[in-house]
DNA sequence: AGAAACTAAACGAACGTTTAGTAAAATATT
DNA sequence: AATATTTTACTAAACGTTCGTTTAGTTTCT
């Protein structure tokens, strides 16, 4: 009854499984052998379901962000007024980006990969979908602004604070609220909606 | 008369010839015989001069950090009004990000460093002067924002969409112009000083 | 019996690093 | 001023380890 999942399930397991491991210390600082042992595996078991070493580092990545960016797209719905669903989609991130650790090092792993075939595959692969998402909501919000600009600015000032959570540790006027993902929305929505001066638009 | 600069000469080549090298590929993707190949050396020849591989590592990227951040830091000067001081901050790191690449590329790889001694020793000892001017800036311009998270989002905003060029060309909406450090500053400006609502503080 | 999912062992290549030796320059001694 | 000595800045070769990957054989399940 499992022929449908039986071999993919395996493949989807050992890439659950290496997901940890690519994330922290990217493709050149994990070897098959490691992978192999936290599947509790041979490494030459590996190559039965995997033909090369990049070929698992590939279908990791690309399995890691479908999950999580679908998860995102689903919760953009047409029914609020765009800056709801604006706000909505910097708190999604924002628990998305604090809770999953991972997601947030692998992009970043990407974001660094200097094989450019392999990166350009991975980029349009994963982040597409979401950021044009994004872009059709910030293109119906303000028109002063390029909705690509714009689109970069907001992903950026809500994941980029939680992908340097180990730097801003070190960094003074930390405090530990600041790593909590609806303080971060909040400062983000607020920055968005009233830039730095005082002009106040509600309270 | 070189007796105060022989030695320091020639380990300051070294360094200099291999920041592209580790801007490029990080640290485990350089080989010392990579870093010998660029300099003209045999690998043996580079341990005459640093004790081991991280020793290399650790001064390049320092070396690099201590020359850029601190041509940023004596622009910012305390006679203009603090929004000229940050207006200017934002254009001159945006030229930076703009024009030197291993730079922006180095930070990265110190993001995501994974041993986290070294990371602790490299962004306390390169990021928290630059932080700390920044972080006493907006102190001064606007009360309503956790100076922190503010510093925190401004230089993100700037130095982020550099560090992502690669990526961002695969983005439907991108144009050339979005590469400009005077565009993306002038975004930037605009987006921390109005928001996203149309109130427009002057024309 | 036959396909699926492995293991044990080994391949050559590349890795960080060490050892032993050398040519040239600086320093000290006569 | 000429010679001996030390120091500097390396090279050639190799050390043991780890790497990605392959081969040949074995267990497990249908």
């Given at each position: 009854m499992d022929q449908f999942i039986g071999k993919g399930g395996k493949r989807e397991e050992i890439m659950?499984?290496?997901?940890?491991?690519?994330?922290?210390?990217?493709?050149?600082?994990?070897?098959?052998?490691?992978?192999?042992?936290?599947?509790?595996?041979?490494?030459?078991?590996?190559?039965y379901h995997f033909s090369h070493k990049e070929d698992l580092y590939l279908e990791v990545v690309a399995h890691a962000f479908r999950e999580k960016s679908a998860a995102l797209l689903i919760k953009l719905k047409d029914s609020d007024s765009p800056w709801v669903q604006l706000e909505n989609f910097i708190t999604n991130l924002a628990h998305l980006a604090a809770k999953d650790e991972d997601f947030l090092r692998l992009m970043q792993w990407v974001r660094l990969d200097s094989e450019e075939m392999r990166q350009q595959k991975l980029?349009?692969?994963?982040?597409?979908?979401?950021?044009?998402?994004?872009?059709?909501?910030?293109?119906?919000?303000?028109?002063?602004?390029?909705?690509?600009?714009?689109?970069?600015?907001?992903?950026?000032?809500?994941?980029?604070?939680?992908?340097?959570?180990?730097?801003?540790?070190?960094?003074?006027?930390?405090?530990?609220?600041?790593?909590?993902?609806?303080?971060?929305?909040?400062?983000?929505?607020?920055?968005?909606?009233?830039?730095?001066?005082?002009?106040r638009t509600s309270d």
């Open positions: 659950e499984l290496s997901v940890p491991l690519f994330a922290v210390f990217g493709y050149d600082g994990v070897s098959m052998r490691d992978v192999a042992a936290v599947c509790g595996l041979t490494p030459a078991a590996l190559y980029v349009t692969h994963v982040f597409k979908d979401l950021f044009l998402a994004v872009h059709a909501l910030v293109a119906k919000l303000n028109s002063r602004y390029d909705p690509y600009m714009l689109s970069m600015s907001i992903i950026h000032l809500v994941l980029i604070p939680f992908e340097g959570k180990k730097i801003r540790k070190f960094m003074p006027g930390y405090r530990p609220e600041h790593d909590q993902p609806d303080v971060l929305a909040r400062h983000v929505i607020d920055l968005l909606r009233m830039g730095l001066f005082e002009y």
